[in-house]
Every structure is written in structure tokens, then in C-alpha cells.
């Protein structure tokens, strides 16, 4: 078979004493061989599936990005200096075998998912937003007809953890609310808001640039007429945008949802206020 390195754990020990006489026997050259400590659990036991998902399928159906994978397994047996986060071509240029570790790895799911974490936000948003898209077309929501993908995943980069929850968070800008949360909806939608959201629908409207720029030109010239803060307006649009009060931040989500859905959204809401 030509192989020449043959690289296990080192469960396997026991097996090379048996096997290199063979290979002698039948005449092969022995190739050189390295047993590599094992990958435990946090309880400190060979890792297997009562640890939790073991597959790497299940980890892609979790929302992990394989070079967050990638990354995770090579440090976690090996180690150049206190470097944590290589890149492929940084792996292939400086792994050795010579820097693996004698002793077994802990597998730590909270590392795993600070990787995934620094991968996402440094990711390619049109990348990202494919994968989220595929994600999202799973569970049955259409994003052929919503708002830029790619401008969608910029508003949610700092704030996702994993491609589900980017998806999770993503969803409103394809589904509007059919409800809005009832406690937010207690607290910010109320009928004192009316004129509030009126003049929203006024100025967003008349908006020729609606940008990030110019929606928050808008926004100030609600915030001159009422004489209320922002903090006193936000939380109302955002309820009747989203649903609740949970969200990226209010200029971008107005920008990326465009005029027509922004505008349709905020007059269902002034009609649940009656």
C-alpha cells in the first residue's frame, strides 16, 4: 500500500509489537509509527457518544464552520506556543509531530464554540450568508424574496455563536410577526405611542437615502417633534419590526428590511393600537 507513517492512538501500542514482525515477514518495509494520546471527555474517559455528539455532521447540523473544527482538533493535542487560532496554511507550515502532546486532551465544548464564535465574525458575509440561507431553506423559510442575504449576515456576525443561532436570529427579516412578544408588546406598544409611530411612517416615507445614514436622519427628526429620546422611540419600532425587543441594532435592521417591509410592518402595528 506504500505507506510510509502511520499515525494512531495509542490504544494501538500494543497491536505495533505484533504487527512489525509481519511486515517483516512478508517481506514490506516498516514504516514508522506514531501513537498519539487519546481525546477524553470532561469526565476524563475515552470520548464517545455519551459524551454528546461525536460526528462531524452533527457538528455542521449544530452550526459549527469546519475550519472552527479543524482548528479545535489539531490544538487540541498539539500546541505552538500560546498561539490558539491558525489557518490552514498556517497548520500545514507549522505542525510536527515532535509538539503533540504525551498527555491525553480534554474536549471543551465551551472552546470549540469560542472558535466557531471568532470564525463567524471574521468570516465572509457572502459565504456565511449562503450557509445561513441553506439553513433557513431547511426549516422553511423563503429568503428568494426578502432582503440582501449578505447585509443580513453583517448586522448578525457580532452577535452569533453558531450558524443556527445566526439563523435564528435572521428569521424576521424574512417572516414577519404574525404576534408580537406579550410582555414587550405590554411595555412599548401601547396606545401613547401611536403618534410616535405615525411619525415614523412620516419621515421613513419621505426618506430618499435609506441607509444606515438616513434612517437615523429620520429617526432624529421623530426624536425633535416628540421631544423623546431615543431610548423612549427604539424599543417601539423594534417591537412592531421584530416582534420583541431583541435584535441588532435598529438603524441597520430599518436599512437591510428596505422601505416597503419597514413601512408595512409599522402600519400593522398602528393598526393593533386601533
Not at 498519539?36 to 476524563?44: E, Q, T, Y
Not at 455542521?60 to 475550519?67: I, K, Q, S, V
Not at 452577535?159 to 428569521?171: C, F, I, P, S, Y
Not at 423612549?232 to 416597503?260: C, N, W
Request: with cysteine.
Amino acid at each position: 500500500m506504500q505507506v510510509n507513517t502511520v499515525i494512531r492512538g495509542d490504544d494501538h501500542v500494543n497491536n505495533t509489537v505484533r504487527q512489525i514482525p509481519m511486515y517483516r515477514a512478508l517481506g514490506y518495509e516498516v514504516p514508522d509509527f506514531a501513537h498519539v494520546p487519546m481525546i477524553l471527555g470532561a469526565d476524563k474517559k475515552r470520548l464517545s457518544k455519551r459524551h454528546g455528539a461525536t460526528s462531524v455532521m452533527a457538528y455542521r447540523e449544530m452550526g459549527y464552520l469546519p475550519e472552527a473544527m479543524v482548528n479545535y482538533l489539531v490544538r487540541l493535542g498539539w500546541s505552538f506556543g500560546d498561539e490558539e487560532i491558525f489557518s490552514m496554511d498556517e497548520l500545514i507550515e507549522k505542525f510536527s509531530l515532535e509538539n503533540v502532546g504525551r498527555s491525553a486532551g480534554v474536549f471543551n465544548p465551551d472552546k470549540l464554540l469560542w472558535l466557531n464564535e471568532h470564525y463567524i465574525k471574521t468570516g465572509d458575509p457572502v459565504r456565511l450568508g449562503g450557509l445561513v440561507a441553506e439553513i433557513l431553506a431547511g426549516q422553511g423559510v423563503d429568503v428568494t424574496s426578502g432582503p440582501d442575504m449578505t447585509s443580513v449576515v453583517k448586522t448578525l456576525q457580532d452577535r452569533a455563536k453558531t450558524l443556527v443561532e445566526m439563523a435564528d436570529g435572521a428569521k424576521f427579516y424574512f417572516v414577519a410577526p404574525e404576534a408580537y412578544d406579550e410582555d414587550a408588546a405590554t411595555k412599548f406598544l401601547t396606545a401613547d405611542k401611536k403618534d410616535v409611530l405615525e411619525l415614523c411612517v412620516k419621515h421613513l416615507a419621505a426618506l430618499d437615502d435609506f441607509s444606515h445614514d438616513g434612517v437615523e436622519g429620520a429617526f432624529k427628526m421623530v426624536m425633535n417633534e416628540t421631544g423623546l429620546k431615543f431610548g423612549k422611540i427604539g424599543p417601539t419600532v423594534r417591537v412592531a419590526l421584530v416582534g420583541g425587543t431583541v435584535s441588532p441594532g435598529l438603524y441597520d435592521v430599518v436599512a437591510v428590511l428596505g422601505r416597503d417591509r419597514v413601512l408595512s410592518r409599522l402600519q400593522k402595528a398602528l393598526a393593533s393600537l386601533g
